[in-house]
């Protein structure tokens, strides 16, 4: 009698090469179970996840508050559309974001949206409708997603823009400070300053969008006189800044937000997304009543944003990341990594740099060929890890910030072994 010799993994990918789309990159990892910061596959081979979901699972999967809170939800109901009746876990959100907020002004109102592309576009119609101006600024390795306007915002032709035109206009980029490539703050002002002359003027810009640590352009912290000399300029001209934490918000660097390690700098809109539904999709986007309420009514909004069962999953993330006891295992977490990087990096010369904000943090190698390899290698020995940049070179770390001591030191312990071989 013939036996089927596939294994569970193989079965799923040899369908997902059949069925889904080849455009969407994935690796050869086949889920089944999720943890923490560990993930199962459908072998039953166990990994470390250093990736969490592309940082969208900063407090674990399967976190005991968020499952439960979903399981609740499910029984009351599952949506509703928040155009075609209210309900409590949405208001709800954004009452806590307010609370939360890092922008200026003290009425603070949210929208809620289903992914950090659409939180970007929603944070440029309010600012267009506020300021009445058509023009967006935004950043040499800026990502800000995949969506018409996004994909003009976002910085990489391939594999983002490419064959995707025509592409939104009167979006501008300006260079972004890159320490460790020479380009200062005066460099990227300078930049600012001759797209004023050469492409807009700045009365015809109704925003900025700044990730504060850019994240899939290489964990690249923005220096602090950097946002200083923007938030002056923004204010000058009557430009609303953007703060784009889809990355770097909920607890990643942590703090709430990672533009709390700015003293005193204060966004005019907030773009939040990733973590914030603990693994169900939530963006939002918060700024002050003036700013959230100058679009006509029914100009913003969506079938499926704020959708219940991701609202209850956000409510006990907020809890948790505000909570004392979060910052503080994000400080350690910090110091055990950056000094692991340190150690990593003293033993492999091709390591330039490590670098980032919190437990945000990267490594930028010489070649994208050896990112790669290193992240293939790490992958066969149960790590899993990505790389990222503008020239995919960085190796960076989005682990869980609950993981186990034990699970951190041998992911480690594989990064180094996997620069080793790579
Ligand atoms: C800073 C930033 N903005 C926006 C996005 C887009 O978010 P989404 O993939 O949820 O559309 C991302 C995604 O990685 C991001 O890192």
Redesign the pocket.
């Known amino acids: 009698m013939a036996t089927d010799q596939t294994s569970p993994a193989q079965r799923v990918s040899d369908l997902r090469q059949k069925y889904v789309s080849g455009a969407v990159a994935t690796p050869p990892i086949v889920a089944a179970r999720a943890s923490g910061a560990r993930v199962e596959d459908a072998d039953g081979t166990t990994f470390i996840d250093f990736a969490g979901g592309?940082?969208c699972l900063n407090f674990g999967h399967g976190a005991p508050e968020v499952v439960a809170a979903i399981h609740q939800q499910a029984d009351l109901y599952l949506h509703q559309c928040f155009m075609v009746a209210m309900y409590e876990p949405y208001v709800e959100v954004c009452r806590r974001l307010a609370e939360l907020s890092p922008c200026r002004g003290a009425d603070q109102k949210s929208l809620l949206l289903?992914?950090?592309?659409?939180?970007?576009e929603n944070a440029v119609k309010v600012a267009r409708a506020f300021t009445g101006r058509p023009g967006v600024i935004v950043f040499d390795r800026?990502?800000?997603?995949?969506?018409n306007l996004?994909m003009a915002m976002t910085t990489k032709v391939h594999p983002y823009k490419h064959g995707f035109g025509p592409l939104a206009g009167a979006v501008y980029r300006a260079p972004a400070p890159y320490p460790y490539r020479g380009i200062t703050t005066e460099d990227a002002i300078a930049g600012l300053h001759a797209i004023f002359k050469e492409d807009v003027d700045p009365s015809d810009v109704a925003c900025m969008v700044l990730?504060p640590v850019?994240?899939?352009g290489g964990f690249i912290p923005m220096p602090e006189d950097f946002v200083r000399q923007l938030v002056e300029i923004c204010q000058q001209h009557g430009i609303l800044y953007v703060d784009?934490?889809?990355?770097?918000g909920m607890g990643r660097t942590g703090p709430v937000w990672a533009i709390e390690h700015y003293d005193g700098v204060e966004p005019d809109i907030l773009?939040s997304?990733?973590s914030l539904g603990g693994g169900l999709?939530l963006?939002a986007i918060t700024a002050r009543a003036e700013i959230m309420d100058a679009p006509e009514k029914g100009g913003l909004g969506g079938t499926f944003g704020g959708n219940p069962l991701s609202c209850a999953a956000a409510l006990p993330v907020l809890d948790i990341v505000s909570s004392p006891e979060f910052r503080e295992r994000t400080e350690l977490l910090a110091d055990k990594l950056r000094s692991a990087l340190n150690d990593i990096a003293a033993r492999h010369d091709f390591v330039g740099e490590v670098r980032g904000l919190g437990p945000m943090l990267a490594m930028e190698l010489d070649t994208r060929e050896r990112a790669y390899n290193t992240t293939q290698a790490a992958r066969e020995r149960g790590l899993i890890l990505l790389s990222c940049g503008y020239d995919g070179n960085v190796v960076r770390i989005l682990v869980p910030h609950v993981i186990e001591d034990d699970d951190l030191e041998r992911g480690l312990q594989i990064v180094d072994e996997a620069l080793g071989v790579a």
């Open positions: 592309l940082g289903n992914s950090g592309a659409e939180a970007n800026g990502f800000h997603g995949r969506t996004t990730e850019q994240g899939e784009d934490e889809v990355q770097s773009v997304g990733k999709p963006a």
